[in-house]
């Protein structure tokens, strides 16, 4: 693969399952990397965390200034109930930290060349049949209670779209299901599997959307070497597949020939306990990397059979 061109991250929100691994592999390529934090703490393999709190100007936004990219990973898990609270919470958290990077990039005498934003992939509506590219219909639908998450996205990438920064490309990286072996979904889908429980989700027929965490790892190196691209993008490999597929593929990768299932009712009664929403389980995404594959970038894992025995 080619080598990263920028010398100079801005990582927002660098200490998840994300950031981690961008960060590493920014690191392989002798790049200098800044991650953005509300617990900084000292490190020994050269990365610099700074204290932010996601919605104001702070120190960290002098090392914005002649950044060769910024990435911002900011936002409050969904994996929650769906409470006032909770829906403010998660609102904000995406909202104000893409407000205030803008400022930030705003102020820049040298400001950074490309801002990539995350976004999400459940911006799309519930569908069995249309694989969704980044033409796909922007609609809540019923049946899926999705009309929360779908306003998040909109105010997120809005916030984006309204950011004043004319020498700065900006793209909002609509992000499915990541699959990592040491971190994300994986390693629980995984589990469920190995103990039995990995039988479909509710009627199985919905689509799941999924990136193997090389893909993402290169789709991001990609977009920052693309000049001319800029808008939202589908982070997705390019054949989602029914939950009831995804799962018997879990199966056979751990060797467990069967799986008990799991009804829409059960999982309505354990998302109550869990402190969850079954919207994250049971809402069928068929998204598809349309601006990706019409630009020509190349999948290392394109179907989920090849990706699942390289995690598991």
Not at 195 to 203: E, K, P, Q, T
Not at 206 to 212: D, G, N, T
Request: proline share 5%; hydrophobic share 45%; with cysteine.
């Amino acid at each position: 693969m080619e080598r990263a061109v920028s010398k100079r991250f801005i990582l927002a929100a660098g200490t998840g399952f994300l950031g981690r691994a961008l960060t590493e592999r920014f690191c392989e390529r002798d790049c200098e990397v800044v991650v953005l934090t509300r617990t900084p703490r000292a490190r020994m393999d050269g990365v610099k965390e700074i204290a932010w709190d996601a919605k104001s100007l702070g120190e960290w936004a002098k090392l914005v200034d002649g950044a060769d990219a910024v990435i911002n990973l900011t936002g409050r898990s969904v994996d929650c109930r769906y409470t006032t609270v909770n829906r403010r919470a998660i609102i904000a958290s995406r909202v104000d930290s893409t407000r205030v990077l803008g400022e930030a990039i705003a102020r820049c005498t040298k400001p950074p060349r490309v801002w990539l934003n995350a976004s999400s992939a459940t911006i799309y509506k519930h569908t069995f049949t249309t694989p969704m590219d980044e033409a796909g219909e922007l609609v809540p639908t019923p049946e899926a209670k999705d009309d929360f998450s779908v306003d998040v996205i909109r105010q997120w990438e809005r916030a984006l779209d309204e950011a004043r920064t004319p020498a700065t490309r900006k793209v909002a990286l609509r992000i499915t299901m990541v699959f990592g072996a040491a971190g994300g979904v994986f390693p629980v889908l995984r589990r469920l599997a190995r103990f039995g429980l990995g039988g479909r989700m509710g009627s199985g027929r919905q689509f799941v959307s999924w990136l193997h965490i090389a893909d993402f790892l290169r789709a991001v190196e990609w977009l920052l070497a693309q000049e001319d691209f800029s808008g939202p993008v589908n982070l997705a490999a390019p054949n989602p597949l029914p939950n009831a597929e995804m799962m018997r593929l879990m199966r056979e990768a751990v060797g467990v020939p069967v799986g008990l299932p799991a009804s829409e009712w059960m999982l309505e009664i354990g998302a109550v306990f869990l402190r969850t929403e079954t919207e994250l389980i049971l809402k069928s995404r068929r998204v598809v990397p349309g601006r990706l594959l019409a630009a020509g970038f190349q999948f290392q894992f394109p179907e989920m059979r090849a990706a699942v025995r390289d995690l598991a």
